[in-house]
């Protein structure tokens, strides 16, 4: 599970809030994603950067706003959340588009 | 659009039994994943089974597909307590996008 870290592994904000979710990937990949993950619903695909370029936005409201300033690093900041982005935010890493390997995640807590 | 579901929702069984479990999609495929996720972690990667292929085993765990009924399914043999945990099954959406289904939740009991 060292692959692919993330920091924090919880975090409880207001909905005035601003913070980042951070992800790293030993595995010398090129490929970065970042997945939702609410109770009781199927991994919601968020972004995709291959090469550090944005090749997926699924739809996804600018209240969350990814970063990647390198091939290693996946950044998500937030701003003004609401109380139902409350979920598990997970970070994948692959070589190419191949198989995907995973962070632990980080709880999200919006009050 | 969800494209995996799995099939039964919630399994409980006693340890040293088999589980097996299902997924279905809808569109065809190259390739479908099964991950596994303890309770708040991340997925940990099982097995990959291509199109081209009927049958896969790796350790306790065997997968089949069938393309023409568009289904695969998950044996884990001789259950153990730390096989306790949700499963998921992913079809490739295209290059790079998955689409998980919702899971399956296996309680091994002691």
């Known amino acids: 599970e060292t692959g692919v870290t993330q920091t924090p592994r919880h975090l409880v904000m207001g909905m005035t809030n601003k913070k980042s979710l951070k992800c790293e990937q030993h595995?010398?990949?090129?490929?970065m994603y970042w997945y939702k993950q609410s109770a009781k619903k199927p991994l919601e695909l968020m972004f995709v950067?291959?090469?550090?370029?944005?090749?997926e936005n699924n739809s996804v409201p600018s209240r969350f706003s990814p970063e990647c300033p390198n091939s290693s690093h996946l950044f998500l900041h937030l701003h003004t959340l609401q109380p139902e982005d409350s979920a598990l935010y997970l970070c994948a890493s692959s070589q190419e588009w191949g198989t995907q390997y995973f962070g632990p995640g980080t709880r999200l807590t919006v009050l | 659009s969800q494209q995996g579901e799995e099939d039964p929702q919630a399994l409980s069984i006693q340890e040293g039994e088999n589980a097996t479990m299902n997924c279905s999609y809808k569109?065809?495929?190259?390739?479908l994943q099964w991950y596994r996720q303890n309770s708040g972690r991340g997925l940990v990667h099982l097995i990959l089974i291509r199109s081209n292929e009927r049958e896969k085993h790796s350790g306790r765990l065997r997968v089949t597909l069938d393309t023409s009924k568009k289904s695969s399914s998950l044996l884990i043999t001789a259950s153990r307590a730390a096989d306790t945990a949700s499963y998921f099954c992913a079809t490739d959406v295209n290059d790079y996008k998955l689409s998980f289904g919702a899971g399956t939740t296996v309680t091994v009991r002691a």
């Open positions: 595995l010398g990949h090129n490929a």
């Open positions: 950067y291959s090469l550090e370029e944005r090749v």
């Open positions: 569109t065809s495929i190259n390739n």
